[in-house]
């Protein structure tokens, strides 16, 4: 009797636009009952990653295989692969202007969003330049209030499963017992205090994805800065830089508190209006 291969997998979890794919991938586990790492053994894709930017690549390496497997486009996932254009152009800003190269490892989290039905983790959480939940007006939190440290860093959380709203994280380590084996955190990351952000910065971060969402679909084009016309691509440069000023530098460190800027002020006493940005939201730029 002929053998019937059925390489699709019965359950098809939705790939969200700009959603996080680690985030994603524990959400299949949820269903399956299978951590991150079991589902990459279970559709043969080799070798276990060992960081951040490996787990990228093996998916990018089986991305076709994968997608087909588990029924969600392969389009998709591969656009959730390449990031969004204010993925590219943060990237950018931090190697050329603040010789900085960002660790894509980590993702901020917004407690409002996770308390909601069906949560799911945005990729937009992980991007360094966007400190902000524009739909909340709230300060993404930076760390886990249970471990203290920045969720799915490092690759502990590939052995877990865990819903959207519980801390992928396993405990630090203590030095008395190095060899001790760590409990998974699992704190309630809805549980975590909110700040709120001024309506104005919220503005500003949304007008600045919107304008690196531009710059990609024209990056040939000019405009005027003053009396000088410069490409696309340094004008939204400027703007990164004059974002992360105003708002005193959402790169941080883990144990930074939310809503800090670098000289220590509260961003609500920060004047917003020094930064103008070249249209408003869902119009077409007019010349800077």
């Not at 993702?107 to 992980?126: I, K, M, Q, V, Y």
């Not at 959402?250 to 930064?275: C, I, L, M």
Request: glycine share 6%; aromatic share 8%; charged share 20%.
């Amino acid at each position: 009797m002929a053998t019937i291969r059925v390489d699709r997998w019965p359950i098809t979890v939705q790939l969200h636009p700009a959603e996080y794919l680690p985030g994603w991938l524990m959400r299949v586990g949820c269903r399956y009952q299978l951590t991150p790492i079991q589902i990459l053994r279970e559709l043969r894709v080799p070798r276990s990653p060992t960081g951040y930017h490996l787990v990228l690549e093996h998916l990018s390496l089986h991305a076709r295989w994968i997608a087909a497997h588990l029924g969600v486009p392969a389009g998709d996932l591969r656009a959730a692969l390449w990031g969004r254009p204010i993925d590219a152009a943060a990237a950018r800003y931090l190697v050329h202007h603040r010789h900085i190269r960002p660790d894509r490892g980590g993702s901020r989290f917004c407690a409002r969003c996770l308390a909601e039905p069906d949560p799911w983790w945005h990729a937009g959480w992980a991007n360094p330049l966007l400190p902000l939940c524009v739909r909340h007006q709230v300060y993404l939190q930076s760390t886990c209030e249970g471990c203290g440290q920045v969720p799915w860093t490092g690759t502990a959380w590939m052995s877990a499963l865990a819903p959207p709203w519980q801390c992928p994280q396993r405990h630090a380590r203590e030095p008395q017992r190095p060899g001790r084996v760590r409990p998974f955190c699992r704190y309630d990351l809805r549980d975590a205090a909110v700040l709120a952000a001024p309506a104005k910065l919220c503005h500003a971060q949304q007008n600045l994805i919107e304008f690196a969402a531009l710059a990609d679909l024209q990056p040939s084009r000019q405009l005027r800065y003053g009396t000088t016309d410069m490409p696309i691509t340094e004008v939204l440069d400027e703007l990164c830089r004059r974002f992360v000023d105003t708002i005193g530098s959402p790169v941080r460190g883990p144990g930074d508190r939310p809503g800090q800027s670098e000289q220590g002020d509260p961003p609500a006493r920060q004047n917003w209006h020094a930064t103008r940005w070249p249209f408003q939201a869902g119009s077409q730029p007019a010349s800077l």
